[in-house]
T-cell receptor, first 116, second 116 residues
Framework: GAGVSQSPSNKVTEKGKDVELRCDPI?????LYWYRQSLGQGLEFLIY????????KSGLPSDRFSAERTGGSVSTLTIQRTQQEDSAVYLC??????????????FGPGTRLTVT | AQSVTQLGSHVSVSEGALVLLRCNYS??????LFWYVQYPNQGLQLLLK??????LVKGINGFEAEFKKSETSFHLTKPSAHMSDAAEYFC??????????????FGRGTSLIVHP
């Protein structure tokens, strides 16, 4: 497919379990972003990758959250010891570049995480 | 620092009526401004963007927005609403951050409701 894909589309997990969310960006897009969308809260920035490095991790809400990107392509967002407040839609976006000019972001459909 | 305020979490219009969604921004540098639309269970899609060229920006689906520096506003309009316009709309501001990155800050969103 030509767009950004995310998996799984829905994830229900028990409190305290770890979860991994995956993002496949558009081929050739060097910049990748993770956001969290909670009801009525808009989009909360989590982390940004330029290539495989993450120059800005300022949005990660706690040390239970981590992310990596390999091969300049696929990214995984990991949440350890999930809490109920982690329940949200996690959106991934990619763009041609994050440096020097605001290229359009292309968003995936999101992963809806529910922590019970 | 940059921020976005979207006035009104919900806007309700009749089909065929004018659509006006309000966005005010705050930025310490000349901003880049965006409007995105999110349909149910989908990711965000770019409607239009302002990048310091023409102050009146035309986007997809008949939407347009006008950048007014004196009012720090970037309101979204459409002359005649269609039922298919019902969605969540997000305003975003972006400017050069540390390292030259452009990570947009999103507003909380405005839900557009269109009545037949």
């Amino acid at each position: 497919g030509a767009g950004v894909s995310q998996s799984p589309s829905n994830k229900v997990t028990e409190k305290g379990k770890d979860v991994e969310l995956r993002c496949d960006p558009i081929s050739g897009h060097t910049a990748l972003y993770w956001y969290r969308q909670s009801l009525g809260q808009g989009l909360e920035f989590l982390i940004y990758f330029q290539g495989n490095s993450a120059p800005d991790k300022s949005g990660l809400p706690s040390d239970r959250f981590s992310a990596e990107r390999t091969g300049g392509s696929v990214s995984t967002l990991t949440i350890q010891r999930t809490q109920q407040e982690d329940s949200a839609v996690y959106l991934c976006a990619s763009s041609l570049a994050g440096q020097g000019t605001p290229y359009e972001q292309y968003f995936g459909p999101g992963t809806r995480l529910t922590v019970t | 620092a940059q921020s976005v305020t979207q006035l009104g979490s919900h806007v309700s219009v009749s089909e065929g009526a004018l659509v006006l969604l309000r966005c005010n921004y705050s930025s310490s540098v000349p901003p880049y401004l965006f409007w995105y639309v999110q349909y149910p269970n989908q990711g965000l899609q770019l409607l239009l963007k302002y990048t310091s060229a023409a102050t009146l920006v035309k986007g997809i689906n008949g939407f347009e927005a006008e950048f007014k520096k004196s009012e720090t506003s970037f309101h979204l309009t459409k002359p005649s609403a269609h039922m298919s316009d019902a969605a969540e709309y997000f305003c975003a501001v972006s400017g050069p951050l540390g390292g030259g990155s452009y990570i947009p800050t999103f507003g909380r969103g405005t839900s557009l409701i269109v009545h037949p």
